[in-house]
């Protein structure tokens, strides 16, 4: 019954952005903290963003301080990640999930950063 749709993935170029969405739906949205992992080719899967489930809480990994943020719109029942500062490395699989990696995990959207 949870349904977790990510989009806004794409290909960008290395300095470009991106805002990922992701629409849940199926469960108390606004009861819930939220997070972004991703996988990139040949990596483990890695936490990215996470977020309280009124925002007053925000984790980023190291990676990604300061050129991401994660954000909520808990009246639309959507999670964002704005993406500034695309680096090649950043390329990989993005997935919207509930809670941690132990909740419902989206199908993921494919974000590419190449020239």
């Known amino acids: 019954q949870v349904q977790l749709v990510e989009s806004g993935g794409g290909l960008v170029q290395p300095g470009g952005s991106l805002r990922l969405s992701c629409a849940a739906s199926?469960?108390?949205?606004?009861?819930?903290?939220m997070s972004w992992y991703r996988q990139a080719p040949g990596k483990e899967r890695e936490l990215v963003a996470a977020i309280s489930s009124t925002g007053g809480i925000i984790n980023y990994a190291a990676s990604v301080k300061g050129r991401f943020t994660i954000s909520r719109d808990n009246a639309k029942n959507t999670l964002y990640l704005q993406m500034n500062s695309l680096k090649p490395e950043d390329t990989a699989v993005y997935y919207c999930?509930?809670?941690?990696?132990?909740?419902?995990w989206g199908q993921g959207t494919q974000v590419t950063v190449s020239s």
């Open positions: 199926g469960f108390s949205f606004s009861t819930y903290g």
């Open positions: 999930v509930q809670g941690n990696r132990y909740g419902s």
